[in-house]
């Protein structure tokens, strides 16, 4: 059962026997042998025969006997009796064994706890239980029971532990391992203090051998640790290494707080909601309350607001976090919380539909952690339910009943939403009656009012109190209008809807109608098709004239005999909707009826019937009705032998407009060249505005077809007038038809039949052949004949007028053109030459004629030209009269390149060519040449040459030359110049000593040679006012 202590020891026979009393006999080997005879407490017997030999000895043997106790059954002890050799006396020495309670030096323990943790918890909500999975181990020698508890010194908040649902104190049995046993697993559970802290010591938990723990003052624990150990339990440690056993705070629930939860649900009607909440955290007048503000939770991330509407399919409408009037998301925890846990934040709600939403807090903590528990991670407050309502009520369709109300019946009235109905009602309600003064209403007697009102829901129920309308009498009512007005009409959230206005009428006694149509214009006046026929229509109700018998009628008109799709308007409304009047009995009230002309080109309608109804709903089955017609003109029909009344427009005359090239162009100008292209046919088109109501020729007097009220249109013609001549008449033009038609009549007009297609367009040619050169204004006139008491303007119309230029001959020099070559360079080179002609030029850049000076010196020649491709010579076309310069800088660098120092004379010859010059209508001038000669001297500063050639063939009548010799004064020139031959020219500084260097003074400034050069001027024009406005 035991192994030895003592491995040396072997030859041992070792019996144990549990129970009873006994002798122990031990042999000494040869020395001696002696047992043991245990007595008293004995719980165990042993006997040992244990031989041990001593060299030197001899055998002998010795009787003794040894008692021995202990308390604890299954303790075992080992030991060896020793003779001291000096004294004889026994020496006892503790060999081996085992032992408990309390463990005994030099044995085995029977009881050798072990424990520890087999993993650190996480994160625990401090609504749960902290769990630790731990190991309980026996590695001592023999089953056994221990003791779990922990020091209450650790425990200082009150933590509540316990092992499996053991107790502190409590036991547990533990198996050895030597014997089979293993450790034994369980949970531990650390549930928060009655205080409810989040942060505690971590906690020493001790398992110690029961039976040592129940000894008296516990002196016999073991001091070697063999019967006792413990462990630390922590689930957080910090930097320095301090243990402790935390527990997490949940996420804030965060909850309404204020107004808002004053009733089950809130309404509003602004563009911003107050929402304020509670951190139930903050709580310093409750027992045990952390008082944490949220700012200093550091778990909390935020507190939202979010809503989503109410519906049916309220799961598929995702909720949204509210925003404030910043339009940034929400967040309490940024806002100011109150000392008792309250804040506040201002919802922006100016952008939600009207609608009933569910608002609820949500509270945001640990980053969404999803690996934490969701509580956590987040919490949701209860939903709240609101109605957000901006928009007033409005009626719903009309009030019931809509129309011929009887006074005795109720009033309902239907809006788009609940209303604010608590008593005493908000709503008013007024009635205003026709021809009584006094309106009726709900509110100023509120103990018998004229109107009793009830509301309920979304319906206003009104009805007359007919004790409270006194003197009036529900019989003054009937036949009358009303307006109903509704005000301060309030729904839930507190909308006041603006005041609602209806009118319509009371209910009516059958009347007895009766209509008189009667045409207002005079005989045979005539309406043109954009103008209204007017008819006077009188309306009376032929009932006795009592109070009862006012009733509603409807004047309309009988859709049947409208064939002409007429426009019937009365009061500036169409009678194909009837109009109600409000007559009573022996009453007669006259109105006026416009009839207008549809679309359409028929000018002759069957007459039209209006008629006079009852719209009392007495006889609404079958309805007094009155009828007459309107007509404005009476027909004899052949066929029938009498007259027909017919409403008739007369046809205006046509309204025609230019086409093709003459509606593009307000001027037109033709060339020779341009006519004998076109044969002098020019192509002429007009446009008949009216097309869609008829061709021209449908409203011609050679379409006998047409009715003879409609035969108006005699011609349609160009006429046209030299231009400037006002007082001249237009002639008729004469036109020419392209196409050949089966008939030929008398006179070739657009009206002809055949010449206007389907989109109302016409063309003719206008033969211009003995039409003389000329300028002409030419305009289309359409002729109609003359209506009686009409003005003039009603007979014709014509287009605007359009310039036509005819021209076939093209300009001609008038007179000599000034282009003789005269005098020195510098003379040259400021002169300007013109040709003059007989009409006006074409004169649009770039120019279309050609000019070309050419200069030559023996062989030397340089051809001066003008445009974008010349150079030399620039030109202005102007009116009649081409004139040009040559470009100094070109003609002084040739002139300059042909002459030389050692000269003396230089004669130059000049060909001057222009070719192609156009006049408006683009003839061509015959082509001009003109030789001549330049004779020009050698000039120094006080003589200048003579300005003119000798051989010069022509002479410009409007030449101002200042070489030309000045006139004696018998008229005749002065003999002492001579053409060709130098002349003396004065060198005077200034005529005028005031202004010097002014130029233009008729003498030589500069002593160039040249007298009033333009270069003489060297002073800057200025500007200057006297006394006056600027």
């Known amino acids: 059962l035991w192994d030895s202590p003592q491995l040396h020891a072997k030859n041992q026979d070792v019996n144990t026997e549990i129970g009873g009393e006994g002798d122990a006999e031990l042999a000494a080997g040869m020395i001696f042998e002696f047992g043991v005879e245990a007595h008293g407490e004995v719980t165990g017997k042993a006997h040992y025969e244990h031989t041990l030999l001593k060299q030197g000895d001899g055998e002998s043997s010795t009787s003794i006997t040894v008692e021995f106790g202990d308390f604890e059954v299954g303790d075992e002890f080992l030991v ?31 009881e050798e706890p072990r424990i520890s943790v087999e993993e650190l918890p996480g994160p ?23 003791i779990l508890y922990h020091e209450r010194k650790d425990n200082e908040f009150g933590l509540e532990m316990s092992f499996d649902d053991l107790n502190q104190g409590e036991h547990v049995e533990l198996a050895s391992t030597h014997l089979g046993g293993a450790t ?85 009607n602004s563009n911003t909601l107050v929402i304020t909440m509670l951190n139930p955290n903050n709580q310093p007048n409750e027992y045990n309350n952390d008082v944490t503000p949220m700012a200093d939770m550091i778990n909390l991330d935020a507190v939202k607001i979010e809503y989503r509407k109410v519906s049916a399919r309220s799961s598929n409408h995702g909720w949204t976090a509210a925003v404030g009037e910043d339009n940034e998301v929400i967040d309490f925890k940024t806002q100011n919380e109150t000392n008792m846990g309250i804040a506040s934040a201002v919802w922006d709600i100016s952008s939600l539909d009207d609608f009933e939403y569910e608002v609820r807090l949500k509270s945001e903590c640990m980053d969404n952690n999803d690996r934490l528990p969701k ?25 019931q009943p809509s129309a011929n109300y009887a006074p005795g019946d ?4 239907q809006f788009d939403e609940d209303l604010d109905c608590e008593k005493p009602h908000n709503p008013h309600v007024t009635m205003h009656v026709s021809e009584i003064v006094s309106p009726f209403d709900s509110f100023s007697n509120a103990v018998n009012p004229q109107l009793k009102l009830i509301c309920s829901g979304n319906l206003i129920e009104v009805q007359f109190n007919e004790d409270a309308i006194v003197p009036h009498s529900f019989d003054q009512m009937f036949g009358r209008t009303y307006t109903l007005e509704l005000s301060n009409v309030q729904d839930g959230a507190g909308n006041i809807m603006e005041t609602y206005s209806y009118d319509s009428n009371f209910e009516c006694h059958p009347p007895n109608p009766r209509i008189n149509v009667t045409h207002s214009g005079r005989p045979g006046q005539h309406y043109l098709p954009g103008e209204a026929i007017v008819f006077d229509v009188s309306l009376t109700n032929d009932r006795p004239a009592d109070e009862w018998t006012r009733a509603r009628l409807e004047l309309g008109v009988d859709l049947t005999s409208n064939t002409g799709d007429l426009s019937v308007l009365s009061n500036g409304k169409s009678l194909a909707t009837p109009q109600e009047y409000i007559l009573q009995g022996g009453e007669e009230v006259t ?36 009828h007459d017609i309107a007509w404005n003109r009476e027909i004899w029909d052949e066929g029938l032998a009498e007259y027909l009344q017919w409403i008739v427009f007369t046809p205006p005359c046509p309204q025609i407009r230019w086409a093709g090239p003459f509606a593009e162009e307000r001027e037109m100008v033709y060339s020779n060249d341009a006519l004998v292209a076109v044969s002098d046919l ?5 446009f008949n505005v009216d097309y869609t109501n008829g061709k021209l020729f449908d409203r011609s007097v050679l379409n006998e077809e047409a009715p003879e009220s409609e035969q108006r249109l005699q011609k349609v013609v160009l006429v046209y007038r030299r231009f400037g001549e006002y007082d001249s008449p237009w002639v008729e033009a004469h036109l020419e038809d392209p196409v050949t038609r089966l008939s030929t009549p008398d006179i070739i007009e657009f009206a002809n039949p055949g010449v206007e297609d389907d989109m109302g367009y016409a063309t003719l040619q206008w033969n211009v052949a003995s039409i003389p050169d000329s300028r002409y204004l030419v305009k289309v006139i359409s002729n109609c004949t003359a209506l009686s008491h009409s003005h003039s303007t009603h007979n014709y119309f014509s287009t605007d007028a359009v310039e036509v230029v005819l021209d076939k001959t093209p300009a001609a020099l008038f007179g000599a053109p000034f282009i003789q070559l005269r005098g020195s360079v510098d003379s040259v080179k400021q002169e300007v030459y013109r040709f003059i002609f007989t009409e006006s030029l074409y004169c649009e850049e770039p120019h279309v004629f050609h000019l070309a000076v050419t200069l030559s010196i023996g062989q030397n020649s340089r051809i001066f030209t003008h445009g974008s491709h010349g150079s030399g010579i620039k030109t202005i076309c102007e009116g009649r009269e081409i004139r040009y310069r040559f470009d100094t800088i070109e003609l002084d660098e040739w002139y300059t390149a042909q002459t030389s120092s050692e000269s003396t004379d230089l004669v130059i010859d000049v060909n001057i060519v222009l070719e192609g010059v156009p006049d408006l209508a683009l003839n061509r001038a015959d082509d001009f040449t003109f030789t001549s000669s330049w004779a020009q001297q050698t000039e120094s500063p006080t003589m200048s040459p003579s300005p003119r050639p000798t051989n010069s063939p022509f002479q410009s009548s409007a030449s101002n030359d200042s070489s030309d010799p000045s006139p004696a004064s018998d008229g005749s020139s002065d003999p002492s110049l001579t053409e060709g031959q130098p002349v003396s020219v004065q060198c005077v500084a200034t005529q005028n000593a005031e202004r010097p260097n002014l130029g233009c003074d008729g003498v030589d400034n500069d002593c160039d040679g040249d007298i009033d050069e333009c270069d003489e001027d060297q002073i800057p024009p200025k500007i200057s006012f006297k006394d006056g406005l600027a």
């Open 682 to 686: 020019v192509e002429v088109s007009i």
């Open 80 to 110: 060896d009796i020793w003779m001291d050799p000096k004294y004889g006396t026994f020496v006892f020495d503790l060999a081996g064994g085992k032992s408990s309670c309390p463990h005994e030096y030099g044995t085995l323990p029977i």
């Open 375 to 399: 509580k956590l991670r987040e919490f949701y407050s209860e939903p709240m339910v609101g109605l957000i309502d901006k928009t007033p009520p409005k009626v719903f369709g009309l009030p």
């Open 410 to 413: 109720s009033h309902v009235i």
């Open 124 to 146: 625990t909500p401090i609504d749960e239980t902290m769990l630790f999975k731990m190991g309980l181990t026996n590695t001592g020698y023999g089953n056994s029971t221990f």
């Open 591 to 626: 109105t006026r009826i416009l009839i207008f002309k549809g679309h359409g080109n028929s000018l002759s309608f069957d007459p039209v019937r209006l008629f006079l109804r009852s719209a009392c709903t007495a006889d609404s089955y079958d309805p007094a009705i009155a």
């Open 184 to 268: 034994k697993y369980g949970t531990f559970t650390v549930a928060p203090g009655p205080e409810g802290n989040y942060v505690y010591d971590s906690v020493t938990v001790f398992i110690a051998s029961k039976c040592d723990f129940e000894l008296e003052n516990h002196r016999t624990i073991s001091a070697l640790n063999k019967t006792k150990d413990s462990v630390k339990l922590y689930n957080i440690q910090d930097l320095d290494g301090n243990k402790f056993i935390a527990f997490t705070p949940l996420c804030l629930a965060a909850e309404f707080y204020g107004p808002l939860t004053y009733s089950d649900s809130f309404a509003t």
